[in-house]
């Protein structure tokens, strides 16, 4: 069974940063793209971040360039998100994600929300940014 657990999230001032930890279980890294994505409430699902270990891809949406990193830990089959500079925008639920590699590298974190086949999910933890 694979299990994707997030924690990390909270409550942070406007500039200021924290670090999201997905611990993976029941899959290797070596055979999926693994990565974050974000959700408001009544707005569109946005691929953050992403990382594919087969060739070294790695995605960020344009939101988050130069603010935010992935990172993985296969040792600990583990994978972050350090974000700085947090912005208000930022708010929103951030789930962590794995895709198959069978659909390329990190296609659904780029792709319409609605065509990609994103196989497992985490349980989402809640970012906060206050301004």
């Known amino acids: 069974e694979v299990q994707l657990v997030e924690s990390g999230g909270g409550l942070v001032q406007a500039g200021g940063s924290l670090r999201l930890s997905c611990a993976a279980s029941g899959l290797t890294f070596d055979d999926y793209s693994i990565g974050w994505f974000r959700q408001v409430t009544g707005k569109e699902r946005e691929g953050v971040a992403c990382f594919a270990s087969i060739d070294g891809t790695t995605y960020y949406a344009d939101s988050v360039k130069d603010r935010f990193t992935i990172s993985t830990d296969n040792a600990k089959n583990t994978v972050y998100l350090q974000m700085n500079s947090l912005k208000s925008e930022d708010t929103a639920v951030y789930y962590c994600?794995?895709?198959?590699?069978?659909?390329?590298?990190?296609?659904?974190?780029?792709?319409?929300?609605?065509?990609?086949?994103?196989?497992?999910w985490g349980q989402g933890t809640q970012v906060t940014v206050s301004s």
């Open positions: 994600a794995a895709e198959n590699l069978d659909r390329g590298e990190c296609t659904g974190w780029y792709i319409d929300p609605s065509e990609a086949e994103t196989d497992f």
